[in-house]
């Protein structure tokens, strides 16, 4: 059994940064991609990034690249996702997942296992 539980979220003004942890605990064999994820009320589950489990590949998408990184300590159980120049358009609810597919996804079909999220909230 794999469990996932995010944390560092919290209420910031645009312009600052956070930085999100993911901690994965159980057994972890197979696991092989992980993933940064968001949603805002109203709207569809957003991909982020993705890292590989052994830390040596990471992507991006468009709408966060040069201002989200996305890392892990190889051979550690923890990911994390460090926003910078936050805008009220990163308020969301920020997810971490993990799954064993081949390859990277944006598709949350694609992840096994789930954390509850961590609130980010973004002022003017």
């Known amino acids: 059994q794999v469990q996932v539980a995010e944390s560092g979220g919290g209420m910031v003004q645009a312009g600052e940064s956070l930085r999100l942890s993911c901690t994965i605990s159980g057994n972890p064999v197979g696991l092989r991609i992980l993933a940064w994820f968001r949603q805002a009320p109203g709207n569809e589950r957003e991909w982020l990034a993705c890292?590989?489990?052994?830390?040596?590949?990471?992507l991006y998408a468009d709408s966060v690249k040069g201002r989200f990184t996305i890392s892990k300590e190889n051979g550690k159980s923890s990911v994390y996702l460090q926003m910078n120049t936050l805008t009220p358009d990163d308020t969301a609810m920020y997810f971490c997942?993990?799954?064993?597919?081949?390859?990277?996804?944006?598709?949350?079909?694609?992840?096994?296992?789930w954390g509850q999220g961590t609130q980010v909230t973004v002022s003017d």
């Open positions: 890292i590989n489990w052994g830390a040596t590949a990471t």
């Open positions: 997942a993990v799954g064993r597919a081949p390859r990277f996804s944006s598709a949350p079909s694609a992840y096994d296992h």
